[in-house]
């Protein structure tokens, strides 16, 4: 899988088949950067609103913020 942001959304596309797996817009302003953690099974988030988000990265429920 590969993982991208871009605004307020994150979105974990399918490399085989080029499709979004999960899409998230958790986030009140523009995300600044994202970092899979954990071999891969989370994923963190931060962004203007000054939060810090960390998802699983097959569901993409929010486990800290």
Known sequence: NFVACG???ITSWDIRSTRPLF???NS???LT???VLSNGTRV???SYD???KVY???TFEVTYQ
């Open 33 to 35: 950067c994202i970092r």
């Open 44 to 46: 963190m988030s931060s």
């Open 23 to 25: 899409e998230n817009t």
């Open 50 to 52: 000054c939060h810090l």
């Open 56 to 58: 699983k990265s097959d």
């Open 28 to 30: 009140k302003k523009i």
């Open 7 to 9: 605004d307020k959304k």
